[in-house]
């Protein structure tokens, strides 16, 4: 089993930026897929981005590309979401998930991911 916990949310002002944060424990995530979905009040959960279990593949959600930088440090079991230029639409709950997948992969539906964090809260005030 993997547990996945998310840090770094918080309430910033529109074209601030924040770094979030997803810690792995329980076991490795070295052969994990990693991804950022959000879910904003009303709506469905979305994807953001995902990352490749080598960390050479990333996928990301057009509105967020160019704006957005997914990584993440295999030695650390901890994968990262940059947030740049952040604007009001931003605003959700940003959870992490992985799922142990080939390594080339960087799956970007919910339904791909075995594994999910409780989430951490991004608000942007315009």
């Known amino acids: 089993q993997v547990q996945l916990v998310e840090s770094g949310g918080g309430l910033v002002h529109t074209g601030a930026s924040l770094r979030l944060s997803c810690a792995a424990s329980g076991r490795t995530v070295s052969s994990h897929a990693m991804g950022w979905f959000r879910q904003a009040p009303g709506k469905e959960r979305e994807f953001v981005a995902a990352i490749s279990w080598s960390g050479t593949n990333t996928n990301y959600a057009d509105p967020v590309k160019g704006r957005f930088t997914i990584s993440r440090d295999n030695a650390k079991n901890t994968a990262y979401l940059q947030m740049n230029s952040l604007k009001p639409e931003d605003t959700a709950v940003y959870y992490c998930?992985?799922?142990?997948?080939?390594?080339?992969?960087?799956?970007?539906?919910?339904?791909?991911?075995?594994?999910w964090g409780q989430g951490t809260q991004v608000t942007v005030s315009s």
């Open positions: 998930a992985a799922v142990r997948t080939a390594g080339w992969r960087t799956p970007a539906a919910t339904s791909e991911f075995d594994y």
